[in-house]
């Protein structure tokens, strides 16, 4: 084994997993439960709150078990990511550090394409690993080099029209299922109830003609999960992979899908069409709602909620956008307009309930990294120093002039983003089932908490919060919740907190975007700003006067002398009509501070980075709260 080999292989798991039969997909089982961890605590002594807490963690990330990370050359093992989740030093290229603040939960995402040939490629001995093509990636060292075989051997046989097909070296099913089960070996040995949760997950990566329809896979338990993760070999449309998950239901086991880069759609995330381009049917939205229950609002490649190009009323649309997503495999923005965007999505789905009865994209918020160094949630601006993708951003030099293949150019690069989960405990059951009943929010980075209930009549009193949440949940309902048609106009309440570290922006406002579909089926939208810190007065539009900038730019600091570290509030909406239909979210808007490009130039003693912004507002997103006339 070479020095490379051995780099990249030191976690590698000491013994060969016993192989199962090959089976047809159709037929996969359950796989067997990996041993139990030692860790675990019976369920009496894990602490419990009825009103729930906020739980952070990612939900998509790769390890070297992904082989475009593992081409990266600097991306950590699955037990080596969870060990960097719970606050382990780690060192990526050249670069030790660790998490800025431990996480409460984490799932490890690597692509289940080339799942097999990764477990062939990272174990000696073992079925394919003696593959003439598996020994020359082995041996690659050069970054471009490894760039050239990844076009050719995943963007290639991705991102055409066809159906994908597994590469020549693919050892079988056998590979595939034995490089699932290590994940989940890693995934269970790290699983600490009530202190740290591991989610079991994979990603499914299908992007057909190359816009990104990415769905990230999650199961609720371990006990019950299939012995194969499905990558688009194996369904290449999404439609199938909810078929799956609605078959894995009647074995017991019990999954959902996230989607993720709507930004990178080219339109078809939420495409008037399906897959087979015949227009959506009621089958069709059935299966989305129930499977779909949440979508990746920011990451690494990202803000996927508006564009500021396409909702230039919103002053905060220009955040984030990434527009060199662009310049790659036919993305260009301006030709797929709103159509890539959440908002949008958010909007249209009330245009199919009104129709078909059921809403498609009635979808909760979460946010992720998607790094491929293994670096679970280093969404941190000042911690950025190793990037997200080995070889092609992490350097201060490669994140300044260079670009992460096929996707976009360093500048446009950001930490990605972080999930809050609202669950009565740190379990994998509260987690996943806070997921899927859309009771979270997403952060682009600080540890904002967020709080959002919706209720019609007197709203909760917001200066209790035991007594605001209490009645948020006995009067009303939660993020993610359904309110049906009341008397009088719905009120919303809000209440948002900044992120604990010194280095966390104070808050400036807390807004609600209200979407609605107009006569031609298109949705529109309003952003109210309903709370703010200090004692500006809006203008006669509403808009609220901007906080100010304290940002130092010399030296990457700034002050909480403006701001607020809580906000909360009430509002109404007084344009509420009954009859139409209405989605609500919340936007929490953080004080400039600087952006990680910022500190790369002072730290390195380089002029600002041209291009893009010095200082930037983090935020977190809500899910929504939908108003359903009776009519539907």
Known sequence: MNTERLKLATCTLTFLLALSACQ????????????????????????????KEAYFGEQHLHTRYSLDAFLGGEALSPDEAYKFAQGAEVEVSGVKFTIDQPLDWAAVTDHAEYLGEMYSTLN??????????????????????????????????????????????????ETSKSGWKQVLEATEANYKPGKFTTLPAYEWSGAPKGGNLHRNVFFRDIKHVPDQAMGFAEFNRETELWQWLAQLETQGITGMAIPHNSNASKGMMFDANMPDGKPLTPEYVKLRNKYERAIEMMQIKGNSEVHRSFWAADEFADFENADSLGTYSGRDLNAFGRKNWVRYG???????????????YQYGIVGGTDSHNGTMSNVAEDNFMAGSHGGADGSVQSRRDSEVGGWLKGPDLNPGAITGVWAPQNTREAIYDGIYNRESFATSGPRIKVRFFGQFGAAAPINDYKTMVEQGYSKGVPMGGTLKAGSGMPTFTVWASKGPRDVDGNLDRIQIIKSWVGADGEPQDHVYDVVWSGDRKPDAKG???????????????????????????????AAFDASQGAVYYVRVIQIPTPRWSTYDAIRSKLPLQGGVASAVQERAWSSPIWYTPSSN
């Open 24 to 51: 047809k997909h159709e037929e996969s089982s359950p796989a067997p439960m990996p041993a139990a961890n030692a860790e675990s605590a019976p369920a009496s002594e894990i602490p419990s709150n009825p009103l």
């Open 124 to 173: 000696d001995g073992v079925l394919g690993s003696d593959n003439p093509q598996v020994i020359e990636l082995r041996g690659i060292t050069d970054y471009k080099e490894r760039e050239e075989w990844f076009q050719k051997y995943v963007i290639s046989a991705n991102r055409g029209g066809g159906k994908p097909a597994h590469p020549p070296f693919w050892a079988g099913p």
């Open 346 to 360: 958010l909007g249209k789905g009330l245009d199919y309930q009104q129709k078909m009865g059921v809403n498609p």
């Open 543 to 573: 808009k609220v006067p901007a906080v100010g900038n304290t940002v130092d730019l010399k030296t990457a600091t700034f002050t909480n002398s403006i701001g607020a570290p809580e906000l909360k509030g009430t509002w109404t909406d």
